[in-house]
């Protein structure tokens, strides 16, 4: 017997198997791309998903930002979150709030983006009359409406011109997050009608005429043709409107203050008074995930709801 | 060959965003070389903060390794971005801190103490402070800020629309000894009536800023709270006459205008209007004005008086150096610079005669009445440690309050039911 071992190509089964390289094209296109997504995995990480930890750790401590002090309490920030007695009205006013947002903004943007979606002469010109809010500062766009909402303002100068005696639009719980609604409404309804005019210019025109020979009317075909084909824009502007509904801010800051009363005091107000103006770090976290679950948990319904009314998925 | 130099690239550009992004985290330089103390303020008055950057460089032309910068942020947003600068580590080294916030910054031990620096120099004359004005500055025995603006509240007059309304001036109520809050009433009412104009504004109030209303209530001897700060004042007989009177001047006298309706006085929107003298500035030669003191009330005169205070974070790399700058911004000499814009909390230099150097627009006798009289005799606004939830607390179960048909005494013991539990931590 040999106390050598044979040549490797003598070895049974290895013969004529040449040695693999690991450095593959596959591995390198793979590679080539994960370095190409780094920067955007890497903005996620740092500026996305650490502060979401964070705001989970620092909502299980007591923060004294003044006096330099930093406790575990546990969950003693979500059991004052139960026990908190303006909860109830602060989740109150928020539900009001994105609900009447959410309807009012997309009901109006349909039926601008319906009535604007006309070839007529001059309709660009009512396109940009309805977007331009969306482009102005939502503060100024709030100081704006905060004069004209006053007792002596615009809005009641003209009602009182017709003979109407308005309201103290601002300063009445009733009236006051109604008015917020609307200024939120004027300002943002330009943007979904926008995406709306864009899915309904989309839309087949072949597949109106068919059905206009057919004889169905105006409203058949907007009912069976129209929406159901800008169904997945809507599930996407009806997303984005009620995230953004819930985290609405400056327009409670500058025309209510949370005001009168806890009326207007929606739950982001409500987390930036706790953190920012009476330093409880800790309970503002709290607030933060608790507005983190409501929002994911209503993006998921919704979510989950789509395979329900959108007809399509692009 | 062409996949590889673009990996390589790539891996480049990575390399170095990470090392760039590691640069930016950088910490100050080392110590021992030049300093550049931050200071924080709300003021963007082009003229304050030159008069600030000129005592800077003379403090700077003393000590040249230390310079300062001025960083000025808006008031509305003060304290919350002061606030959030610490809770980012980003404190600055000095900053001016807003009377109702006092309690809050010199409890928590977020101030250093000044009082062993600015009594160690016999220049300073530390004596020479009022101690109604570094009351609130204090905590057991030991000054946390200087009391470097102590704003008194003053009534601003237009005489030309009381003429208008064929009302008789303050300055003649004052001589005939009948200047109250029921002949300033019925003035204001009489020239609302007379003038289709506002008849009195306690400016920045807005129906949401009630402690501006101190102005008023402490003419009834009331308090938002006890001097002890546990026991809720809101309830006493005192203040439901005050607000009671206040409510009846709103919404049936008309004497002030009603919630929602703004009237500037300083535009000539309004007969009189209760505000700090350094909103003097403001006036402008569209009418002829006074100024005078607060009405006396049921209780007697009275004063109140605004403040701000400039204190040096404990937190700060630099706490001697900014101590000792602000030592010298508030030093005698510089005290009466200052006093151009800001009544200066020295016993000395609080005369007519000194603040007339600096404020022009007023006579000696209205700079002894209103500033003088004002901050020997008067009080400071109201503040309490957690300030700004009580405030918000107190705006919100004040609002009733503001409609005609509130039930004032129920409304006010609303406020004390909500505010104890606070005002008890």
Known sequence: MSAHPPPRDEVPGVAGRPRRRWWTARRVDSLAGYLFIAPQVLGSIVFVLVPLGMVFYYSLHEWNVLAGTFHFVGLDNYRQLAEDPNTPSVLRATAFFSAGLVVLDLALALLLAVLLNQKIRGIAFFRLLFFSPVVVSVVAWSIVWGFLLQDNGGVNGILHAIGIDGPNWLRQGGTSIVSIILVQVFKNVGLNMVLFLAAMQGVPPQLHEAAQLDGAGAWTRFWRITMPMISPTILLASIITIAGSLQMFAQVSVLTQGGPGNATNVLVYYLYQQAFQFHHFGYGATLAVLLFGIVLALTLVQWRMRRKWVMYEV | ?425
């Open chain 2, 1 to 425: 060959m062409r996949r590889t130099t673009v990996l390589r690239a790539l891996a480049a550009a990575v390399a170095l965003t990470t090392t760039l992004a590691a640069c930016g985290s950088g910490d100050t330089p080392a110590s021992g070389g030049p300093t550049t103390l931050r200071f924080a303020l709300f003021s963007s008055n082009p003229k304050q903060l030159a008069l600030l950057n000129g005592i800077a460089a003379d403090y700077h032309a003393g000590h040249p390794q230390v310079s300062v910068k001025f960083d000025s942020i808006p008031q509305d947003s003060y304290t919350a971005t002061l606030t959030t600068q610490i809770a980012g580590g980003q404190a600055p080294d000095l900053a001016w801190i807003l009377g109702g916030a006092a309690p809050d910054f010199v409890s928590s031990g977020a101030l250093a103490p000044l009082t062993d620096t600015l009594s160690r120099n016999a220049d300073y004359q530390y004596g020479d402070l009022l101690p109604n004005a570094t009351k609130v500055w204090s905590g057991g025995g030991t000054l946390y800020a200087y009391p470097f603006s102590t704003s008194p509240f003053g009534v601003f007059v237009n005489t030309d629309l009381l003429a208008k309304a064929g009302q008789q001036t303050p300055a003649e109520l004052i001589a005939a000894g009948r200047w109250d809050w029921t002949a300033l009433a019925s003035m204001a009412a009489a020239t609302a009536a007379g003038t289709g104009k506002a008849g009195l504004v306690v400016r920045d109030f807005d129906y949401k800023n009630w402690y501006q209303l101190a102005t008023v209530w402490d003419g009834w001897g009331a308090q938002a709270w006890g001097g002890d700060g546990k026991s809720c004042g809101f309830d006493k007989p005192a203040m439901a006459s005050a607000m009671s009177f206040l409510h009846k001047a709103v919404f049936a006298d008309k004497a002030m205008p009603g919630p929602g309706t703004t009237a500037d006085f300083f535009a000539g929107d309004s007969a009189m209007t209760i505000t700090q003298i350094s909103r003097a500035s403001l006036l402008a030669d569209k009418f002829k004005w006074d100024l005078v003191p607060l009405p006396s009330g049921p209780a007697g005169a009275y004063g109140v008086f605004g403040q701000a205070g400039v204190g040096v974070f404990s937190s700060s790399r630099n706490v001697g150096q900014a101590t000792d700058f602000l030592a010298f911004m508030t030093g005698p000499a510089n005290s009466l610079k200052l006093a151009e814009f800001f009544p200066p909390p020295r016993r000395s230099q609080l005369t007519a005669d000194t603040l007339a150097k600096a404020n022009p627009l007023l006579s000696p006798a209205q700079l002894q009445n209103v500033v003088v009289n004002g901050i020997t005799n008067g009080v400071p606004q109201d503040s309490h440690t957690n300030f700004a939830e009580i405030d918000q607390t107190v705006r919100a179960a004040l609002d009733p309050l503001w409609q005609a048909d509130a039930d004032v005494t129920k409304v006010l013991s609303g406020v004390c039911a909500k505010i104890q539990p606070l005002l008890n931590r």
